[in-house]
């Protein structure tokens, strides 16, 4: 008999079928709760999940008693309980590497369009308010030849550096749990202290894993520190930052400006008041969203979850 699977968003074709070949599979595209009947009925019976986002803890899995592997397509995994899942001998997965490219193409992307007032200029141009000489009102600041800092120096972190000292010319720092040889050789990254980050760089790039660490790691204290006219960059998770510290250090000038790909609610509240900043850039989640690397990752999970409950060794295992 086949092991069942249930997967629980949108994923191309050829990969269902790569999974329909190991698994009897159940579909949930378009899952609004983790309490929805069919779905917990389902849970009962299954010895996979795959999917992004679903908060799996002990609640949930005290109703998955079949349960082998859960496989997440993200590269981020705080949405799971690790030590419960290791507890329960059931392998946790997700999908690294395949997204570090897009990501930091997303995420560079976002640190110039900040810098550039991007989104601003470009309404700016389609309401036709442009009828006179463009003049400081309008002016961004240089990317080229400025200072990075980098909070989180992992695999992403390091892309982002690839292009900020290759395409760029910027100077890099970076404050990390352990020294990144390879970037500090590739890219001139030195490593620093979080304080001489923040005090010394231009833009600031957060990168980190959220984890019981890294939760609020950038609050009014650590904003104060930034310089004045310094950019702040969000492509790690919401809860990394007090964002309401982060509204005020916009609003009052502690900060420039702010880029942001995460937030502590998600989909974003629309009475968000990060919403009514001009200084604000925003992106909904989307850094590895791209066809081709959405693709990969999909593919990815599903190695990971057709390998676990058939009995082999998943490539992308977090938990030992
Ligand atoms: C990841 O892969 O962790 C991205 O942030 C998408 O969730």
Not at 66 to 85: Q, R
Not at 187 to 208: I, K, T
Request: charged residues 25%.
């Amino acid at each position: 008999m086949k092991p069942k699977v249930i997967v629980y968003h949108r994923i191309p074709r050829e990969i269902k079928a790569e999974i329909e070949e190991k698994c009897e599979t159940v579909y949930f595209e378009h899952l609004n709760s983790p309490q929805d009947p069919h779905f917990l009925q389902e849970l009962k019976e299954a010895h996979g999940i795959m999917g992004t986002k679903l908060k799996v803890n002990r609640e949930l899995l005290d109703r998955a008693p079949l349960l082998k592997v859960v496989s997440t397509i993200s590269v981020g995994y705080d949405n799971l309980d690790i030590p419960e899942l290791t507890k329960r001998k059931i392998m946790a997965t997700h999908t690294p590497d395949v997204l570090n490219e897009t990501t930091a193409d997303a995420i560079f992307g976002l640190l110039l369009a900040t810098a550039r007032r991007i989104s601003e200029l470009d309404l700016y141009v389609k309401k036709g308010q442009w009828n006179q000489m463009i003049d400081e009102d309008l002016f961004g600041v240089d990317v080229h030849h400025k200072v990075l800092g980098i909070i989180g120096m992992g695999r992403i972190g390091s892309a982002i550096a690839k292009r900020a000292h290759l395409g760029f010319d910027m100077k890099i720092l970076y404050h990390n749990r352990s020294r990144n040889f390879e970037a500090e050789q590739k890219y001139g990254a030195r490593f620093c202290s979080l304080d001489e980050l923040l005090a010394e760089s231009d833009f600031v790039c957060l990168m980190v894993p959220l984890t019981p660490e890294t939760e609020n790691l950038m609050g009014e204290n650590e904003f104060k520190k930034m310089k004045k006219s310094a950019i702040f960059i969000n492509g790690s998770r919401g809860k990394t930052v007090n964002e309401k510290d982060l509204v005020a250090a916009l609003q009052n000038g502690t900060i420039l400006a702010a880029g942001l790909d995460v937030y502590q609610q998600e989909p974003i509240d629309p009475e968000n008041p990060l919403l009514r900043l001009n200084n604000v850039v925003t992106l909904p989640h989307i850094g590895s969203a791209t066809f081709e690397t959405r693709f990969k990752m999909a593919k990815l999970a599903a190695e990971n979850l057709v390998k676990g409950v058939t009995g082999e060794r998943p490539p992308n295992l977090i938990n030992p």
